[in-house]
């Protein structure tokens, strides 16, 4: 068996690089995709409706109209936190489905 020397493995080195380097583009095309999907949630019956993004920004919030004219601001405010939360909660898990594909369920860290 011939002696590879010191650097005779770096060959797998390269290629561990090359696939690395593959992965993190297609890790930042899925992200780019990922950020001009929505998801909608609602709370309060539909009374309250707020669609975020895969880039986990809050795209539009609308309130039922009769919810304004009730005047309990504390009911209205707990319900646009509660369908906030909601939103992003489920863009987390479209980001982690989307990611999924990618990564092969693989965990990375950083990567929403």
């Not at 696939?19 to 930042?28: D, I, K, P, T």
């Not at 405010?77 to 982690?96: F, G, I, P, S």
Request: hydrophobic share 45%; glycine share 12%.
């Amino acid at each position: 068996m011939a002696d590879k020397g010191m650097f005779g493995g770096m060959g797998n080195l390269g290629n561990i690089m090359k696939q690395a380097q593959a992965m993190q583009e297609r890790l930042a095309k899925v992200q780019a995709e990922v950020a001009t999907k929505t998801v909608q949630a609602s709370s309060g019956g539909g009374m309250v409706s707020v669609v975020a993004n895969g880039g986990l920004e809050i795209v539009s919030v609308t309130i039922d109209p009769e919810v304004v004219k009730s005047n309990d601001a504390e009911m209205l405010q707990d319900l646009v936190v509660a369908a906030t939360n909601e939103a992003l909660r489920k863009a987390r898990e479209m980001v982690a489905e989307e990611m999924k594909g990618v990564t092969g369920g693989l965990q990375i860290p950083g990567l929403f």
